[in-house]
């Protein structure tokens, strides 16, 4: 059967997530998953008292590289960027990318893509990051179509400024762009509107199907437009809260077999809370699964 047709198929069996029959793409998997990343907000209530124990003990769990967050005015996590580079090149643990704010509702605060955006794309050089993420639109910028479109020519100056200094743009979806505007998806009009070459995507799995969307559909009618992943599992009971890896509905293998449509770069674990121990432990967890994969 042919991916296409079989995928018309799924769509009305399921949400889409049915098994493909295909291994892990190449070259990036190679039929296993080779490396694994973690997305430090999971980690918020331990990181700041103690970051070098933190990645250490997950650096033994198996994680490569970190996605972190918490990044303006010349500052990771409250720390000099001199200082927080110290101890995350120490940890081994890679920093790949970091989530920022677009500064719009906090205009005085330097290093946002509103503020100062220069500073933070040096910061982010000097830490050796690869990507920087806008993590979140905040509902007062995020009303209406036009306010979309308004972000996105942001989207598209601020991947500029990242591109000169040889660093990649993208934005991290949760729910609320899937919810139509005016007969719209506001996802959809990010993606029309924002330069493909400069603009990328970080496909949130939690929140596409938290927002009933199918992430395979998605991935298929704009290949190569996702290099980053948000890899957390969704409970099987109807508060659809967020669990560790493996403990979901969502089949992650389905998932990971369509990382060359992607343009899949980098995923990193996160859950932001109902931990079944803790924060740690819930990383732990999740990163067992996926060996497993």
Same mark, same amino acid.
């Given at each position: 059967?042919?991916?296409?047709?079989?995928?018309?198929?799924?769509?009305?069996?399921?949400?889409?997530?049915? =098994?493909?029959?295909?291994?892990?793409?190449?070259?990036?998997?190679?039929?296993?998953?080779?490396?694994?990343?973690?997305?430090?907000?999971?980690?918020?209530?331990?990181?700041?008292?103690?970051? =070098?124990?933190?990645?250490?003990?997950?650096?033994?769990?198996?994680?490569?590289?970190?996605?972190?967050?918490?990044?303006?005015?010349?500052?990771?996590?409250?720390?000099?960027?001199?200082?927080?580079?110290?101890?995350?090149?120490?940890?081994?643990?890679?920093?790949?990318?970091?989530?920022?704010?677009?500064?719009?509702?906090?205009?005085?605060?330097?290093?946002?893509?509103?503020?100062?955006?220069?500073?933070?794309?040096?910061?982010?050089?000097?830490?050796?990051?690869?990507?920087?993420?806008? =993590?979140?639109?905040?509902?007062?910028?995020?009303?209406?179509?036009?306010?979309?479109?308004?972000?996105?020519?942001?989207?598209?100056?601020?991947?500029?400024?990242?591109?000169?200094?040889?660093?990649?743009?993208?934005?991290?979806?949760?729910?609320?762009?899937?919810?139509?505007?005016?007969?719209?998806?506001?996802?959809?009009?990010?993606?029309?509107?924002?330069?493909?070459?400069?603009?990328?995507?970080?496909?949130?799995?939690?929140?596409?199907?938290?927002?009933?969307?199918?992430?395979?559909?998605?991935?298929?009618?704009?290949?190569?437009?996702?290099?980053?992943?948000?890899?957390?599992?969704?409970?099987?009971?109807?508060?659809?809260?967020?669990?560790?890896?493996?403990?979901?509905?969502?089949?992650?293998?389905?998932?990971?077999?369509?990382?060359?449509?992607?343009?899949?770069?980098?995923?990193?674990?996160?859950?932001?809370?109902?931990?079944?121990?803790?924060?740690?432990?819930?990383?732990?967890?999740?990163?067992?699964?996926?060996?497993?994969?």
């Amino acid at each position: 059967m042919k991916r296409r047709d079989f995928l018309q198929k799924s769509a009305l069996t399921s949400a889409g997530l049915l =098994a493909t029959g295909s291994l892990f793409s190449q070259p990036f998997f190679e039929g296993k998953i080779k490396q694994f990343g973690f997305q430090v907000y999971t980690v918020r209530d331990v990181i700041k008292k103690d970051m =070098a124990g933190t990645l250490k003990t997950l650096k033994k769990a198996g994680y490569d590289y970190a996605e972190f967050f918490d990044f303006a005015d010349g500052k990771l996590l409250g720390m000099p960027i001199k200082e927080a580079k110290a101890i995350i090149d120490a940890s081994k643990i890679k920093l790949k990318s970091i989530h920022v704010p677009t500064g719009t509702q906090a205009h005085t605060t330097p290093g946002t893509m509103v503020n100062n955006w220069q500073k933070a794309v040096d910061d982010a050089a000097e830490l050796g990051a690869e990507y920087l993420v806008c =993590a979140y639109l905040d509902s007062a910028e995020r009303q209406t179509i036009d306010q979309y479109k308004k972000v996105s020519e942001l989207f598209n100056r601020s991947a500029e400024i990242c591109k000169k200094s040889g660093i990649k743009f993208a934005y991290h979806n949760h729910a609320f762009e899937f919810k139509e505007i005016d007969g719209q998806i506001p996802y959809d009009v990010l993606l029309k509107e924002t330069d493909a070459d400069l603009v990328k995507m970080e496909l949130d799995m939690y929140w596409v199907r938290f927002a009933d969307q199918n992430p395979i559909k998605i991935i298929q009618k704009d290949r190569g437009r996702f290099p980053l992943w948000h890899v957390k599992d969704m409970s099987m009971d109807d508060d659809r809260k967020m669990k560790e890896v493996g403990a979901g509905r969502i089949d992650w293998k389905q998932l990971f077999a369509y990382d060359k449509d992607a343009g899949l770069e980098y995923f990193f674990v996160e859950q932001d809370g109902n931990w079944a121990e803790n924060s740690v432990q819930s990383l732990v967890t999740s990163i067992k699964h996926l060996k497993k994969i």
